[in-house]
């Protein structure tokens, strides 16, 4: 049976010869059919031919027929008639009916040529003998065989490997093939890696057979190597995945891997095409080498950014560390931002809306309005981006904006009134006027003139000792600190 890949060698097609002779009246007229091919107008036959032979209308019983060859005795035949062991050259059948007891005169009769010998001068050329291809599907090239005048003629060629059909020509009488080139996406069937061999068959229309000798050649595919990262975030086990890579043989490939980009492949995971590692949030280079059973490799690279994995919390940003109150436009975001999130695009809520795009980090240098003033809330508005949709491994939404504001405080407090008063112990009562924020802390210089540490601030303070003089400074909830100030008794 042909396989339904490659086109089928083409044979001329046999043909069936009828030929009727005019017989008794109560017989009918006598059918000689026989299985031939037709070349050039010359039927032709192979060492062996077949015929068969009727009467219509049919009778009751059958007629007995009698045949002879190439002019020989007449002999009893049967409906079916088979000539084995012709001789080359032409011959000649014919039959009639042997019941009527009266001979025909003109029997009907088929002349053909039987053809013994098959097509000549059918070489290989190419692969030749013992040489190196780089595919699995090569390409056979051939000369083709021929025959003389007074034979049927040579059909197509075809290539066998193995003993097995591989490949006949997409054009009639070509001499040259391969498996074509739509079936080339299935490895299955191509020749895997190693020793081969291949011959040429042809033959001619009526069958004989021209074969060419074995030829050995060695099929040398190295892999094809694939590399695949899924996105990923920092200092998470992620799986480097290479077992998309092809080899062209039985075996399982083994694996070998550069996981740090320095050219050194450092990591080995035998047959198992996956490797693990957590990498920084950054760009990185990955390698892996693909080895095959006969020893071939194949390197392949990637490059990747790894995203630097989210703050615990929920998903929004601050300002100054969730702080009420700033002394200055110059602020810290912390943004804690949605995973596999890359970027964030951050406005002020001024009304301007300009817009700076960077990098999700956990702290974000950003300046407030400069010409804000104190004692208003001041908002910034962020939004957090990353790659489409359907390509997110947990999509967020990317459209909603998040918001954080802050209350300008940029004055120092301002202290009406200190003095000590009473005796044992000696307080410092101090009448500070803050509107932004508010005094927040106070702290008191030591004997030996250092700052003391911050207290929480009220408005009369217990001191230890009798001091007659007292130096301090005053600090607001937004950070502002008043100058160093004296206090007497």
Not at 463 to 472: A, E, K, N
Request: aromatic content about 6%; proline content about 10%.
């Amino acid at each position: 049976m042909s396989d339904p890949r490659f086109p089928s060698v083409l044979h001329a097609p046999l043909v069936v010869i009828t030929l009727l002779a005019a017989c008794a009246p109560a017989l009918g007229d006598v059918t000689l059919s026989g299985r031939l091919v037709d070349s050039g107008g010359v039927r032709y036959s192979g060492e062996r031919a077949d015929f068969a032979i009727s009467v219509s209308p049919p009778s009751t019983p059958p007629p007995a027929f009698e045949c002879r060859i190439d002019g020989g005795s007449w002999a009893p035949c049967a409906t079916t008639l088979t000539l084995p062991g012709l001789a080359r050259g032409p011959h000649t059948l014919e039959a009639r009916s042997a019941t009527s007891g009266v001979p025909d005169p003109s029997p009907p009769s088929i002349a053909w040529v039987a053809d013994l010998d098959p097509p000549r001068g059918l070489a290989a050329v190419a692969p030749s003998s013992g040489s190196v291809v780089d595919t699995a599907f090569p390409q056979f090239t051939w000369v083709g065989g021929s025959e003389p005048a007074g034979e049927s003629g040579a059909a197509t060629a075809s290539v066998e490997v193995d003993g097995a059909l591989h490949c006949t020509p997409e054009v009639p009488g070509g001499t040259s093939c391969a498996v074509p080139a739509r079936f080339r996406p299935y490895p299955d069937l191509g020749l895997r890696n190693g020793i081969h061999t291949y011959r040429v068959v042809q033959a001619d229309l009526v069958g004989n057979r021209s074969v060419t000798a074995d030829l050995p050649f060695r099929v040398e595919v190295p892999p094809a190597a694939r590399l695949h990262v899924p996105a990923h975030l920092s200092g998470r086990s992620t799986l480097l995945d290479a077992r998309a890579s092809v080899v062209n043989s039985a075996a399982e490939p083994t694996f070998a891997w550069d996981l740090d980009g320095n050219g050194t492949f450092e990591t080995r995971t035998g047959t198992n095409g996956v490797a693990a590692r957590a990498f920084r949030a950054g760009r990185h280079i990955a390698r892996v080498r693909v080895t095959d059973d006969a020893g071939l490799t194949a390197t392949v690279s990637a490059s990747f950014t790894t995203l630097p994995s989210p703050p615990r919390g929920r998903v929004g940003v601050t300002i100054n560390g969730g702080s009420f109150f700033a002394r200055s436009t110059h602020v810290a975001l912390t943004p804690v931002w949605p995973a596999f999130a890359a970027a964030m695009a951050v406005a002020n809520g001024d009304g301007a809306r300009v817009t700076r795009r960077l990098p999700v980090r956990r702290s974000v240098a950003w300046r407030l309005d400069p010409a804000a003033p104190d004692g208003v809330p001041q908002t910034v508005l962020v939004r957090f981006t990353g790659a489409p949709a359907e390509l997110q491994p947990a999509p967020f939404d990317q459209a909603r904006v998040h918001r954080a504001s802050i209350v300008l405080d940029r004055a120092a407090p301002l202290v009406i009134a200190a003095t000590l008063t009473g005796s044992r112990p000696v307080a410092l009562k101090t009448t500070v006027l803050d509107t932004v924020s508010g005094a927040a802390a106070v702290r008191i210089a030591s004997a030996r003139g250092g700052p003391g540490p911050w207290r929480r601030y009220r408005p009369s303070i217990a001191l230890r000792g009798t001091p007659g003089v007292v130096r301090f400074q005053v600090r607001d909830r937004a950070g502002n600190l008043t100058r160093w100030l004296t206090a007497r008794g």
